[in-house]
């Protein structure tokens, strides 16, 4: 059964992030996966055979090396007005540029023959999802104290 469970067309998790697709460097950058439990009939050996597949776990790969699981931690999406706040899932990158960040769900296994009792299938199947692309930026701010119109030429003007 655990091979049937390995070619079963398990639909990956879709995930997000937020800020996304550009991030700050610096700042916590928010990450979130959606994964469903997935049911799937068919016949083996004249028999009708459900197979359910569960989410059970992530793991992330933040893209600048760090990567964190399997956990069953999942995240979620933040309010708008959240967006930048510490999360189980949030990371900050500390350099700028263009990275993806990967996602591999882990899900556990059962199958039941001819409606009889489920029963669990030996290990995991673990399906990675696209990729999705960050862009990490870096933000300047500078303070000014000139007066532009006392003094057009100062710094700011």
């Known amino acids: 059964m ?3 469970f390995q070619r079963t067309p398990i639909a990956a998790a ?12 610096g700042k916590e950058t928010n990450v ?7 049911t799937f009939n068919l016949s083996m050996l004249g028999q009708n055979v459900t197979i359910t597949a569960t989410p059970a776990g992530y793991t992330w790969d ?3 090396g760090t ?6 931690i999942h995240g979620a999406p933040l309010h708008a007005d959240r967006i930048g706040e510490q999360t189980q899932t949030s990371h900050v990158y500390t350099e700028t540029g263009r990275l ?4 591999t769900t882990h ?12 029963l669990p299938i030996p290990g995991q199947g673990n399906i990675a999802s696209p990729a999705l692309p960050l862009t990490v930026w870096r933000a300047e701010t500078h303070l000014y104290a000139d007066d532009c119109i006392v ?5 700011g003007c």
């Open 100 to 103: 993806t960040i990967g996602l």
């Open 32 to 38: 979130w996966a959606a994964a469903k439990t997935q």
């Open 62 to 64: 933040y893209g600048d």
């Open 14 to 25: 879709e995930f997000g992030s937020q800020p996304g697709p550009h991030t700050l460097r």
């Open 151 to 155: 003094n057009p030429h100062g710094v």
């Open 107 to 118: 899900f556990n296994g059962s199958y039941s023959v001819n409606g009889g009792p489920e």
């Open 67 to 72: 990567t964190w699981g399997p956990t069953p």
């Open 2 to 4: 655990a091979h049937e």
